[in-house]
């Protein structure tokens, strides 16, 4: 079975798409600057005759932007369209301009600056982010470039006229040696060729080496989000923020008094056997999305989903004096959230939901545990075992919420006692795995 692309694959896929995109922009503009040029330099019709050169170009790297996008072809696909470009480019310097200008020789174009239009198209492939294209850029260009010289040069007075625009005079000098070959002129020509030739690989190379870094920064970042994602998955937006721009967000492993709350709906087993998958599926999403939703606003911790329950935390990874008030009023707004939802659930001749939410303060346990390969961020002992069954306790007292004398008192003292408008004082209750009995009070 294929595997999904990874995040990074994707990441890449887009940056190459819009670098892509930019190329063929900048393309366009360069190439219509160069068409100004050669209307105002150069008689008509000459000057509209390279202009349009310069169009089918823009086309070319149009078609090209197209083809990848449009047809979503494969990156492989840049490495013809490249050689194109180099191919029109070659042709319309060295075959078309000579025939369509009366007098003009190829070796006079090679002679005087068309290398720039070849570097020009290099630099130009760097923006489509793929450094392999980049590279293949400088090779194209330097084999055209090199070819056309092979071409020319195979006419000995081609290479003296070479040599003597190179230096008039050191030609004059050569010509009148008779130990002097065509074989040795052709090699003092070629060596400005050469040094051009050597240059753009050279620059295609740092190009591609700029690419791949950038590449590598675009690795970084996505890890970085990926990172921030997996924080979204557990706090509020506003502590997301700031966790992501700490060295060690969540800390040592240590024991610090934290707020937890237990959620979970009441009968789901019965209502799972008897509804379709799909709406008990659905059901499932509707329950955590409205649940996460109302830890956020109180800014908990989502430490993880149960099923049909889940848990959160309020004091992680950092504690404050109205951790458990918070874990109360998220309490509040879970119920509040399913009484609205089940407005809508009654208007689609859905069953109603009911939840059920346990709260307890006390000293914790927080770090990371797991395996090397998967790790998660934890919060252990005894409190968390108090609160799961304080949640179990709503069935015996005919409550909807369940909250711990220590709860009780810590939120009245941060936020008073309207904190705990609505609830009622239970008689002591037995907590399983706990000799003494809890004071709870119940919404």
């Known amino acids: ?38 209307l105002i330099l150069q008689p008509m019709p000459y000057g509209l005759y390279n202009a349009l050169f310069m169009a089918a170009l ?166 970085a989000a990926r990172e921030r994602a997996n924080l979204a998955r557990y706090f509020p937006p506003t502590m997301v923020d700031r966790l992501a721009h700490l060295d060690q967000p969540l800390g040592p492993v240590r024991t610090q008094k934290v707020a937890v709350l237990f959620a979970d709906i009441v009968g789901f087993t019965g209502y799972a056997e008897s509804a379709p998958a799909e709406q008990v599926v659905e059901t499932l999403r509707e329950f955590h999305g409205r649940m996460e939703q109302a830890v956020f606003e109180n800014g908990g911790t989502l430490d993880k989903f149960l099923g049909d329950g889940l848990m959160a935390t309020f ?50 346990v927080l770090g990371d545990v797991g395996s090397e390969r998967r790790m998660e961020f934890a919060v252990l002992g005894d409190t968390v075992n108090v609160a799961s069954r304080l949640e179990r306790l709503t069935r015996e007292l005919d409550g909807l919420v369940v909250v711990s004398d220590a709860v009780a008192a810590r939120a009245r003292g941060t936020s008073g006692d309207e904190v705990l408008a609505g609830f009622r004082r239970a008689e002591p209750q037995a907590i399983r795995g706990r000799r003494e009995q809890e004071t709870v009070w119940v919404l």
């Open 58 to 223: 823009a086309l070319s790297g149009g078609a090209h932007a197209w083809t990848r996008l449009k047809l979503s072809a494969g990156t492989n696909i840049g490495y013809g369209f490249i050689a194109l470009d180099f191919l029109i480019i070659t042709v319309q310097l060295f075959i078309a301009n000579p025939a369509f200008w009366p007098g003009l020789v190829p070796e006079v174009l090679y002679s005087y600056g068309v290398q720039a239009l070849y570097f020009l198209f290099v630099m130009l492939t760097a923006l489509s982010y793929a450094p392999r294209l980049t590279l293949w850029a400088g090779a194209a260009a330097g084999l055209f470039y090199g070819v056309v010289f092979l071409w020319l040069t195979r006419d000995p007075e081609v290479v003296r006229w070479l040599l003597f625009s190179m230096s008039p005079d050191a030609a004059a000098g050569r010509m009148e040696r008779s130990d002097i070959s065509v074989a040795d002129d052709m090699l003092m020509a070629a060596i400005p060729r050469i040094a051009d030739i050597t240059f753009m690989l050279l620059i295609a190379a740092i190009l591609a080496v700029v690419v791949a870094r950038s590449r590598r920064l675009v690795v970084a970042q996505v890890g």
């Open 315 to 364: 004091g992680t990874p950092n504690a404050a004096a109205d951790d458990a008030a918070r874990a109360v009023s998220c309490a509040r707004s879970m119920i509040a959230a399913v009484e609205a939802w089940n407005h809508g659930r009654s208007a689609q001749d859905l069953p109603p939901i009911k939840i059920s939410v346990g709260v307890h303060f006390g000293d914790a």
């Open 1 to 38: 079975m294929e595997q999904p692309p990874s995040r990074v694959e994707t990441a890449f896929e887009q940056e190459e798409r819009a670098g892509l995109l930019l190329a063929t922009k900048v393309r366009v503009v360069a190439l219509a600057a160069v068409a100004v040029m050669f």
